[in-house]
């Protein structure tokens, strides 16, 4: 089992940016081949929007993120953040961080074993 921790969203304004923090605990070094961040914006679907896959550091993001924002880990403090730059109206969303032991296709939910709770990202213009 591994229980995950979101942490780090709120309110900025347009251009503003924002961390997110993710805290995996329990058995993190078999159930975390890939910590991926989702968001879902009210009356739309859960989207995947960055991945970052644990032993090699790779990460993969969509398109209307590249550019703004980064993932990134923290193997000593079991921890993946979420740097969001520049953000958006678009961006307005809760926003969860995943974790699979065997994830092939990153953008796909059902692909994660674990999720945690959710924290929700406000863009104010």
């Known amino acids: 089992q591994v229980q995950l921790v979101e942490s780090g969203g709120g309110s900025v304004q347009a251009g503003g940016s924002l961390r997110l923090s993710c805290v995996a605990s329990?058995?993190?070094?078999?159930?975390?081949?890939?910590m991926g961040w989702f968001r879902q914006a009210p009356g739309k679907e859960r989207e995947g929007i960055a991945v970052?896959?644990?032993?090699?550091?790779?990460?993969y993001y969509i398109d209307s993120v590249k550019g703004r924002f980064i993932i990134s880990q923290d193997n000593a403090r079991n921890t993946v953040y979420l740097q969001m730059n520049s953000l958006k109206a678009e961006d307005i969303a809760m926003y969860y961080c995943?974790?699979?032991?065997?994830?092939?296709?990153w953008g796909r939910g059902n692909e994660y074993n674990y999720w945690g709770q959710g924290t929700q990202v406000t863009v104010s213009s």
């Open positions: 995943a974790a699979g032991s065997m994830v092939a296709d």
């Open positions: 329990g058995n993190v070094q078999r159930s975390t081949f890939a």
């Open positions: 970052i896959y644990t032993r090699d550091s790779s990460t």
